[in-house]
Structures are given as C-alpha cells and as structure tokens.
T-cell receptor
Framework: DTGVSQDPRHKITKRGQNVTFRCDPI?????LYWYRQTLGQGPEFLTY????????KSRLLSDRFSAERPKGSFSTLEIQRTEQGDSAMYLC?????????????FGSGTRLTVV | QKEVEQNSGPLSVPEGAIASLNCTYSDRGSQSFFWYRQYSGKSPELIMSIYSNGDKEDGRFTAQLNKASQYVSLLIRDSQPSDSATYLCAVSGAGSYQLTFGKGTKLSVIP
C-alpha cells in the first residue's frame, strides 16, 4: 500500500455543475477525513468517517456537499451546483483507530477550479 | 470557536541556523499537537507530534509544548534549503480526531 490516493488530481468545472472526488485510504486505516484548503490558509475540516459511519460534519459542509464511505473502504465527496467559492484543494486523510492519534496521512489532494 | 494562530512569515534563516516556529491555540481542552510541513503545491506531511508538556526531539526537529501558556513551538536545527516550506501547526481536543490548523508559517532557508 503506497498511501492515500485521491482522484482526480485536478478538476476544472463550470459553475453550476456537479463534481465528485474519490479517496482511497491506507488499507488498514479505519478513519477517513475530508479537508478543504484555500490559498494561504491551513486545511479546514469538512467531515470524517469511522468505517462506514459519518461521525462528524463541519458547518462548512453546506447542503450542496455530501460525502459517503460505502463499506468502510473508499470515500466520495460530491459537490452539487458548484460555485466559484468552492475552488480549493480538497484533501483526504486517513488514520488508525486506537492509537494516540499520531496525526493523519494526507493524500495528494484534488484541486478544484470552478470557472 | 477553536483557533490556532501562527505568524505567517516569511521567516528567513541562513543555512545551518536554527529556525524557530511558534503557534498559540485558544482551546484549553486541546490534547494533541502536531506540526506538518507543506511544500508548495503539495499536501501536508506530518513531521512531529507532541502530547505532554516539555520537549520532544526527533533528529533535527524539536517540538516544545507549554499547555499553561497554550503555546507550541518547533525548532529546526542546522536548517537546510530543503527545509524551505510552509509549516502548519495543528491541534485536536479531547475525544476529537478533528484537527484545527493554523494558517502556517512560510520558512525560507537561504544558502
């Protein structure tokens, strides 16, 4: 296993279109997180899953955003009716339950540009 | 609202010097503290974690935590040009695996 994989790496979409991103975590990691990062800012928490259960969602996650993690493996993040303000790097990370929480392993991210 | 504050920099140090990066946090209940390094256009990479007051050393890196002052720092000894990056401080609270990040400090190591 080579780490957390995200697909696609880049996505350019027109305002109003729907987009979906995929994240494949490290195989033995049962926690999966989505963060969003804009230029000059640190990553902002969006949501996280433990196995297939979505345990926490940020207020940043409007009704246009939905995340799933069927069967507790890969996860998808969908943004409906995209807006220019959605342009950002979307980062996925994973970690293992039971440890002290020794930080996450991040994927390479999906850079979304809404035009 | 949990906040993590960092000086955005840029912080410039000559090669071989000690770089000192600082972070303060607002939530007294915070229990886990992390430093991530992020190269331009790349994703964050964990370099240090610290949970107890005091110092923790790993190679050229030393993390320092003072919970009474709500202060975390990272020292990089013998700084190298390859250390030039943005350093993100991140904090999580009791029973939470959500990390709150600062905006990051941009470090430039001058050869």
């Amino acid at each position: 296993d080579t780490g957390v994989s995200q697909d696609p790496r880049h996505k350019i979409t027109k305002r109003g279109q729907n987009v979906t991103f995929r994240c494949d975590p490290i195989s033995e990691h049962n926690r999966l997180y989505w963060y969003r990062q804009t230029l000059g800012q640190g990553p902002e928490f969006l949501t996280y899953f433990q196995n297939e259960a979505q345990l926490e969602k940020s207020r940043l996650l409007s009704d246009r955003f939905s995340a799933e993690r069927p069967k507790g493996s890969f996860s998808t993040l969908e943004i409906q009716r995209t807006e220019q303000g959605d342009s950002a790097m979307y980062l996925c990370a994973s970690s293992l339950v039971g440890g002290r929480g020794d930080g996450y392993t991040f994927g390479s991210g999906t850079r979304l540009t809404v035009v | 609202q949990k906040e993590v504050e960092q000086n955005s920099g840029p912080l410039s140090v000559p090669e071989g010097a000690i770089a000192s990066l600082n972070c303060t946090y607002s939530d007294r209940g915070s229990q886990s503290f992390f430093w991530y390094r992020q190269y331009s256009g790349k994703s964050p990479e964990l370099i240090m974690s610290i949970y107890s007051n005091g110092d923790k050393e790993d190679g050229r890196f030393t993390a320092q935590l003072n919970k009474a002052s709500q202060y975390v720092s990272l020292l990089i000894r013998d700084s190298q040009p390859s250390d030039s990056a943005t350093y993100l401080c991140a904090v999580s609270g009791a029973g939470s695996y959500q990390l709150t990040f600062g905006k990051g400090t941009k470090l430039s190591v001058i050869p």
